[in-house]
Nanobody
Framework: QVQLVESGGALVQAGGSLRLSCAAS????????MGWYRQAPGKQRELVAH???????KYADSVKGRFTISRDNAKNTVYLQMNSLKPEDTAVYYC???????????????WGQGTQVTVSS
């Protein structure tokens, strides 16, 4: 059984910074891509940042230059460093990972439970 657990969400003032973490645990054989998504009230979930197993990254236009995604493969953990936060960054942030369970022959998409980020103006 595989789990993703996020941490690091908080209330922060505009212009501030936060670092989100997401640790994968359980019967993991291999992890492919990992990413962060967010969902604001009344809006659809959207991709924030994505990182491949080789370290290639991509970002939503709205966060380019402000957010940085990274991963520690030895710890099965992905991070999201968020700088120059804006009120419009307020959302629940979800971690996603494509994981091969050691007990399965198939890759699965796994999600964390979400962590709230609130940016006050």
């Amino acid at each position: 059984q595989v789990q993703l657990v996020e941490s690091g969400g908080a209330l922060v003032q505009a212009g501030g910074s936060l670092r989100l973490s997401c640790a994968a645990s359980g019967s993991i054989f291999s992890i492919n891509a990992m990413g962060w998504y967010r969902q604001a009230p009344g809006k659809q979930r959207e991709l924030v940042a994505h990182i491949t197993s080789g370290g290639s990254t991509k970002y939503a236009d709205s966060v380019k230059g402000r957010f940085t995604i990274s991963r520690d493969n030895a710890k099965n953990t992905v991070y999201l460093q968020m700088n120059s936060l804006k009120p419009e960054d307020t959302a629940v942030y979800y971690c996603n990972a494509r994981i091969l369970d050691s007990g399965s022959a198939y890759w699965g998409d796994y999600w964390g439970q979400g962590t709230q980020v609130t940016v006050s103006s």
